[in-house]
């Protein structure tokens, strides 16, 4: 592939970009860390959900993060009532899981079930271990797509605190803890719908009406979890109900954002790092077939101003773990490889710099004139998700200066690494 950046705009990307290292086990992410410590949200975006490179430079700067500049909270694109369990883990709570795959296997989100993130999950719990409770990195999810382990959750809280409202409502959260808003019958659904929308709409009322009863059956932090698997559980069942898919993006996205909001109301912190795709956390809307669809990163961006900063991914070539089809048509877990970048693309650009991770602040380059064209104009940037079809490219056009605060870059994408054979996780759509 041919690439319309000449040699001196590239000498000047060269002299804007740092190597972080040619070794992959000595990958030093202090001057990431340093540029994004002032920020209140960093959204950690990633071009796929399955690359080990870049899964093990997030969780190495969320390290730096903690370590050198004070983070305690972590955010996860995965459910907030799913995500207890890393949390009760990372604490070492009583009740917590033996492992951290068991505690992952929890959020039953496949790209999350590798071992660069475990061992992130196993690094914030001994940075945990003999703190002040206060001082401790807590992990919650922001994602708001399922109502499965709300439901769950509040039928033992409901037990202790409200058991009538429980017997009222006990076959409605039965079904959802089953998957109930799975039903493929569209009347089954929509009466589940029905049923799940009076839920949580009963129980938001119990909660404003009888909150210090609420309090002296059970506490304050149970109290206040059980407010948050209701907001959840509420934005999944409006976004489940949404037929439009480009509806459903926007409402998704704007979901994530009110969780984000809502988890750094709620606690101590005044920091929190997220990790999700870079189509969460850019700053400008993603075009979904031809309509642009607001994203979290938009949303926050709105909020929180300068102090939200938004770190996209790229990459040239390599392979990654996505759901695809076999040669037999079979669909799972599978290790899917792209060739080079297409003309033009952020990754084939930056695949000519010299060093690999390369770290590109944004904010400081786009001051400077002969970056125009590269950082202020349109360029395709290779971002598939989750997802592998041979016959689409996946590249999204892109105004860096727009959408993001910083880039991290790789030249080669390789898997991540599965906690357990991909068979076991194939299911986990």
Not at 114 to 138: C, K, M, S, Y
Request: charge should be negative.
């Amino acid at each position: 592939m041919s690439d319309p950046v000449d040699a001196e705009t590239l000498a000047v990307l060269g002299d804007h970009t740092v190597p972080l290292s040619t070794d992959a086990a000595d990958w030093d992410l202090t001057p990431v860390a340093d540029e994004l410590a002032d920020s209140t949200v960093v959204g950690m975006g990633e071009a796929t959900h399955g690359t080990h490179e870049q899964f093990r430079l997030k969780a190495d700067l969320f390290r730096r993060l903690v370590a050198d500049h004070g983070f305690r909270l972590f955010g996860l694109e995965a459910n907030y009532s799913e995500t207890l369990a890393v949390d009760r883990y990372v604490r070492d709570a009583s009740d917590a899981p033996d492992s951290a795959a068991e505690a992952l296997a929890a959020t039953y989100f496949w790209p999350w079930y590798v071992t660069e993130l475990a061992d992130l999950v196993e690094w914030i719990r001994e940075f945990n271990t003999g703190r002040p409770r206060e001082d401790r990195v807590r992990f919650f999810g922001f994602d708001a797509q399922y109502a499965v382990g709300g439901a769950d959750a509040l039928q033992s809280f409901l037990a202790d605190a409200d058991p009538t409202l429980l017997d009222r409502h006990r076959e409605t959260l039965e079904s959802l803890a089953d998957w109930g808003l799975d039903a493929d019958d569209d009347d089954l659904f929509d009466s589940r719908v029905a049923d799940a929308s009076a839920f949580v709409d009963a129980f938001g009322d119990a909660l404003d009406d009888r909150r210090g009863e609420y309090l002296d059956a059970t506490s304050e932090a149970r109290v206040e979890r059980a407010e948050l698997h209701r907001e959840t559980m509420t934005d999944a069942i409006e976004y489940r109900a949404t037929d439009a898919e480009v509806e459903m993006l926007k409402r998704r996205d704007w979901a994530m954002a009110e969780r984000v909001t809502r988890l750094l109301d709620a606690s101590h912190h005044d920091r929190i790092a997220l990790w999700a795709h870079n189509a969460h956390v850019q700053r400008v809307p993603y075009d979904f077939e031809g309509t642009p669809t607001r994203t979290m990163g938009q949303h926050l961006a709105d909020r929180y101003g300068d102090v939200y900063a938004a770190l996209g991914f790229s990459f040239a070539t390599g392979s990654y773990q996505a759901m695809a089809r076999d040669d037999d048509g079979e669909y799972g877990l599978r290790d899917c490889f792209v060739g080079g970048a297409p003309e033009g693309s952020v990754g084939l650009t930056l695949g000519r710099v010299d060093g690999s991770p390369l770290f590109l602040d944004v904010r400081t380059a786009v001051d400077e004139d002969r970056l125009h064209e590269f950082l202020r104009e349109e360029r395709p940037v290779r971002q598939p998700g989750g997802m592998y079809d041979p016959e689409e490219d996946y590249e999204s056009d892109t105004v860096l200066a727009d959408a993001f605060d910083a880039l991290l870059h790789v030249d080669e994408s390789t898997r991540a690494v599965p906690l357990g054979h991909p068979s076991e996780i194939d299911s986990w759509s």
